[in-house]
């Protein structure tokens, strides 16, 4: 007769924690295998992306409508139509000096319904049609998106007019919209990011209205009145300041036929002219804002160039090898590779009606500040005297040919860059032509670029850290 041993109470635990530790090794193992499948990198993504070759079969149009003309391309493949547009000269910048804010509050003042509609039943109609409409203010322009199904062509197109062109300028609503942006306003007093990027405006741009804040003053926005909105509104908004992007699910005729009926109230004329374009002069001046923080930030910038430079392609390839190429770039192996002193440093180029510019930012430890702002330092005198080398330019061309056909998986997408085309005078086959622009820049004149724009240091505005400071002369 077998005798059964007996197992105590330690023995089924060493069972059940050697069964749990197995099925936490093979979650793992599995989350591991199924992760390094999804996560690839992003040069296959674009190789294997449907859009990497993507043509365009249909070609943009240029469509008239009284004095009024746009853009468009014609997409069935989507039952979705957008409309992007756009005013010049009629952002924050453009504001009279003591109406401050003005444009973003009519920004939000269009979103509370207008003619029959509340801001409740507003809501709810665009919620049920899946139409979608916003408006916003930045230093140049005053934007707006309409986007909806066309079948419900009609109902988007009475929304818009009912509130664009009749706003509800209900007592109540305004002043709970001018309340939430002064919250905002005085919130901004508390965030280091928003405070550095008002400071660095304030410094870069200083007496120009480029160095106002898109919210305006506080002691301003308090005194906004509905007419000071509705005056804004019937001045800053004409046919001859208005660009527009229209793409999606109409023909070329029912195209002309909606822009008539969205925009033909418009006056002819706004009351705004551009600003004359800047010359930024930098030296490495600095200028450090005091506030305790566990990261130190900086902003940097030098001048840049226009779209319609013959500098432009090649800057925008030497600064995507430099700093705009993500994890890639330059300044991201130096100093967030090698050196492990940030999490991220990156640098872009920025075009306004008067400014144009290279800007950049990263944040660091204070301990590693000072080290992380000298190897940037160095690495632009090295850009600039030794410009990029014939690997370098042609990865880069590789990757942003690939990633610029991924903009367009949107219909909303192809309207702004529609509206992109027409801001920036890029022509009507820009579409067509953008990559060739891309792959036809030289090295000689990459370098070229190179030596003309990083030949003087940027000028910097930190926070979170007390470095020595170069005064701005």
Known sequence: MSRRSHKGFGYYMRQIFICALLIVCALYIGAHIYI????????????????????????????????????????????????????????????PEDKQGVSTLLAEVLLAGGGEYDAEQFKDICAEYGI?????????????????????????????????YRPNYEENYFNLAKSQQLTVLRMQQENPDKILNEEFKQFIFAGHPYERNALGQIEIVENLTIEDVESYRQTKFAQNNLLIGLAGDLTLDEASELLNEIFSSLPEKSDGEKFVPLSLETSGAEKSVERNSAQAVVKFAVQGTFRDSVDFYPLYMANSVFGASGLTSRLNKVIREEKGLTYGIYTYMTISDAAALIEGSFSATPENFDTAKQLLLEEWQKLGEN?????????????????????????????????????????????????????????????????????TMPDMVYIGTLPKIKEKE
């Open 387 to 455: 410009g990029v080398s014939e690997e370098e330019l042609e990865q880069a061309k590789k990757s942003l040919i690939s990633a610029y056909n991924l903009r367009f998986a949107e219909i909303d997408s192809i309207a702004s860059m529609l509206l992109a085309m027409q801001k920036y005078n890029l022509g009507i086959d820009f579409l067509d032509k953008r990559n060739d622009y891309i792959s036809e820049v030289s090295l000689q004149e990459v370098n070229a670029a190179a030596k003309k724009y990083f030949k």
């Open 36 to 95: 390094q499948k999804q996560i690839v990198p992003v040069s296959n993504i674009l190789e294997n992306s449907v859009l990497k070759d993507r043509k365009f079969d249909a070609k943009v149009k240029e469509i008239h409508a009284n004095d009024m003309s746009a853009y468009f391309l014609e997409e069935h493949s989507n039952p979705i139509i957008s409309v992007r547009f756009l005013f010049q000269n009629a952002g924050f910048a453009y504001e």
């Open 132 to 164: 979608k409409l916003e408006f916003s203010s930045d230093t140049d322009n005053f934007s707006g998106v309409l986007q909806f199904p066309s079948e419900y062509k009609e109902i988007a197109v009475k929304i818009f007019q009912s509130a664009f």
